[in-house]
């Protein structure tokens, strides 16, 4: 994490935010389960992947497992720091708000 967090628009989208926590949390994952977990579309998943490879995010790997296509994917050094420094960014942003209240605190 950088000493100023560092709010990324690129990992914000919801779809890419969703996928790039699902990234941090492994090693490297395969595209179906990728997939499913995020329920989409493979051109839809196809579509962030290559996005956040484009910025240097994502690693993609393409194999074969007998002659079926396997591909994976996982986040780059880069793609990790920027994730942490969102998240630290995002946590600044709600700190400054004030949400740290219980949510039986709030009054409609």
Same mark, same amino acid.
């Given at each position: 994490? /950088?000493?100023?967090?560092?709010?990324?628009e690129l990992i914000h989208a919801p779809t890419? !935010?969703? !996928? #790039? /926590?699902? $990234?941090?949390?492994?090693e490297w994952a395969e595209f179906k389960f990728l997939r499913d977990s995020l329920a989409l579309s493979d051109? &839809? !998943?196809?579509k962030q992947l290559t996005t956040l490879e484009d910025a240097g995010y994502v690693e993609i790997r393409k194999s074969f497992v007998g002659k079926r296509p396997r591909t994976s994917a996982r986040l780059t050094e880069l793609g990790r720091q920027a994730f942490a420094d969102h998240v630290a &960014?995002?946590?600044?942003? #709600?700190?400054? &708000?004030? $949400? &740290? #209240?219980?949510?039986d605190q709030v009054t409609h």
């Amino acid at each position: 994490m /950088s000493d100023t967090p560092i709010f990324d628009e690129l990992i914000h989208a919801p779809t890419r !935010l969703s !996928l #790039v /926590s699902l $990234l941090a949390a492994t090693e490297w994952a395969e595209f179906k389960f990728l997939r499913d977990s995020l329920a989409l579309s493979d051109s &839809a !998943l196809s579509k962030q992947l290559t996005t956040l490879e484009d910025a240097g995010y994502v690693e993609i790997r393409k194999s074969f497992v007998g002659k079926r296509p396997r591909t994976s994917a996982r986040l780059t050094e880069l793609g990790r720091q920027a994730f942490a420094d969102h998240v630290a &960014a995002l946590q600044q942003i #709600v700190a400054r &708000a004030g $949400l &740290a #209240v219980l949510p039986d605190q709030v009054t409609h």
